[in-house]
């Protein structure tokens, strides 16, 4: 069953509640350093994201679970959208010593505390390269004041209507796209990419078509036309740029194929909500 983003945060929100104040009585505040697995965090437990990586171990497990299946030792991988690290850090386990991770975040916020998770866990900084960049169509593009970095559990005014987002500011960050940077750091190849942009998938894409036609790497992204609808675009304009280096669309847990429609395909999606999907010219598994 797939739940709309709002949902998820109001779900989360009641789990929430309780263990702050369990917290608070014992003399703890919402932040927290703990291990999951053989990754350790630093969390701030009033966001989404952390939250769940501090109740389940990480986020978004499926995709998580996907991840582990298509990675293998000695990949390139690039998390774009990579936010605090809640992919990044596992995707770096997974690539082994002789791979590597290019994490692109924009926001302030989130590349901040993206660096402290990397810091945190010295045997996987070897092997991840964090960007503080907004990948785009083009180098001259306009770099947003401000992007979604931040889904706070409990409500406040200025957040995202639909998804509950929270913009962050993006001082510090350049614009970039994905075939410049890699020319310029003479990536020899790319095997996966891992996108969470929120509506800015069409402006990445544009700016990564000689990656796409050079590498074909398969793709795990977010799927959510809504947001796209609010950048200006559409799911149609993004696929086409997919369609002409053969990729197919599939599910993310089953690795069943999913129809190229964007009618079609968004029906599979709650109102408000996302799915995540994997982009690939073969069956994924």
């Avoid at 386990?93 to 505390?113: Q, S």
């Avoid at 907004?134 to 559990?153: G, K, V």
């Avoid at 409990?154 to 350049?174: K, N």
């Avoid at 996108?195 to 398969?218: A, C, I, W």
């Amino acid at each position: 069953m797939f739940l709309s983003t709002k949902t998820k945060i109001r779900l989360a929100s009641m789990v929430q509640r309780p263990i702050l104040q369990c917290r608070k009585l014992f003399g703890h505040d919402h932040t927290v350093c703990c291990d999951r697995g053989a990754i350790t965090w630093g969390l701030d437990l009033r966001e989404g994201i952390d939250f769940s990586i501090f109740l389940f171990g990480n986020f978004e497990p499926s995709t998580t679970k996907a991840l582990k299946s298509l990675i293998r030792k000695g990949d390139c991988v690039i998390d774009i959208g990579a936010n605090i690290g809640a992919h990044t850090m596992s995707m770096a386990a997974y690539v082994g010593n002789t791979g590597r991770v290019i994490a692109f975040e924009p926001t302030h916020y989130a590349y901040t505390k993206l660096m402290n998770n990397i810091s945190l866990n010295s045997e996987l900084a070897a092997h991840i390269t964090p960007v503080q960049c907004m990948l785009s169509d083009r180098l001259d593009a306009d770099l947003s004041a401000s992007i979604c970095s931040s889904w706070p559990l409990q409500s406040e005014t200025g957040l995202h209507t639909v998804h509950g987002g929270r913009e962050m500011s993006t001082d510090g960050a350049q614009v970039i796209t994905l075939d410049d940077y890699l020319e310029t750091h003479n990536i020899a190849h790319v095997d996966l990419i891992k996108m969470d942009v929120d509506g800015y998938e069409t402006d990445v894409l544009k700016g990564s078509q000689n990656t796409l036609r050079q590498h074909t790497p398969t793709i795990v992204m977010e799927y959510a036309p809504y947001v796209l609808e609010e950048r200006g675009t559409s799911a149609d304009e993004m696929l086409e740029l997919l369609k002409p280096h053969g990729y197919s669309i599939f599910d993310e847990k089953t690795g069943q194929p999913l129809p190229w429609s964007s009618d079609a395909l968004s029906a599979l999606v709650p109102e408000g909500g996302s799915r995540n999907i994997i982009m690939s010219i073969e069956a994924p598994f």
